[in-house]
């Protein structure tokens, strides 16, 4: 008979939304009508900008006529959306050509499928608290996982150590859930760190569009020596409201290679093998968010984003609570006051002052004592939630 993959049974259940939306409906149940402030979301509010959605009925328009339809499409991405991501790369001072970038349908595939490349018996280094698709796409391969824990005493910014050890590193920066955004110099231990030993970093910038600080890479190739280390996995849902409509790129220097194989060569084998590319449509609407225009509107949305982290972290320095980020990314990791457990600050964070927040324990052990805040949804709900914050704890 036939055998499944047993690494599936390895598996941790994920509780975490299932236990929110639980106690959420619990007290709604007993509280009928409450307004709830949910800071607890890590999805966007605010539509596509107008530059998208004009790119977007273009592109429908094109579908419609003959001499400008479009079939399949080339299976690592649109020459014209390559060549926009790559250049937006140059803008950067980061040199890349076009068949270094790879059109995805979103970071989340990619941090998936990319693992195909890398052998079942590495092991994947996961600096926790993390993103929990790191830990369960590499229990599903089998491979053996490094839980690197990371906590108050570093801001949530590990640096390398010989209990890092590991083929494969993960790096999310600016992170979800902490908030946290690693600098020139935190990138270049790992960069030197990885090269040393022949380990390739996995690196996920989705939320690089939210960076203001001079010192905090947009890129991982901005570090001298990552083209030889690194690989980028990077996501339009959150730099500019694509969550829904799914397009992602990722990057691939020629340079990187092991034992003689190339990934960029191995990569275009697994997609021309295993998809048939992105829609014509969505990849014009992806380009439109690099055109002058595009990134202006962008950034509007950003802004709104922003002024929502402002006032929260304002309010919990007024406070007096402990938290990181909030700066150059769209979530707040706060520390749970009185020593409460994640799970407890949560209860008292509904019953109290009816604002939902994710339990940092559901990113990894070390995520507990803390909640993060999200700064994604509506001004108005964010000021409203910051004033409930002060009635409770000041
Ligand atoms: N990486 C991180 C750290 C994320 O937080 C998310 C989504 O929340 C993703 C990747 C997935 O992004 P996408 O919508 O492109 O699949």
Redesign the pocket.
Known sequence: MLKPNENYLKLKESYLFYSISQKVAAYLANNPGEKLYRLGI??VSLPLCPAVIAALHEAVEDQAKKETFHGYMPECGAPFLREAIAAHYGKRGVELSSDEVYV????????GDILDLFDRQSSALIMEP??P??VDANVMAGRRIVHYPSGVENGFLPAPSPAAEADLIYI?SP???TGSADDRAGLKAWVDFANERGAVILF?A??EAFIEDENVPHSIYEIPGAKTCAIE??????TAG??GT???YTVIPKELMRRGMRFGSMWVRNRTTKTNGVSYIIQKGGAAVFTEEGQKQIKENIAVYKKNAAVLTETLDKLGLWYCGGRNAPYIFLKCPDERNSWSFFDMLLHRAQIIATPGVGFGKCGEGFCRLSTFGSPEDTVEAAKRLTEVFG
Do not use: M, Q, V
């Not at 995805?104 to 941090?111: F, N, P």
């Not at 996995?233 to 959150?238: A, F, G, H, R, T």
């Open positions: 890590g999805d995805s349908s979103g970071a989340s595939d990619e941090l993390a993103y698709a790191y999310c992170n979800n859930p996920d989705a939320y996995i990077c996501s339009l849902s959150k694509f969550t799914r397009l992602g």
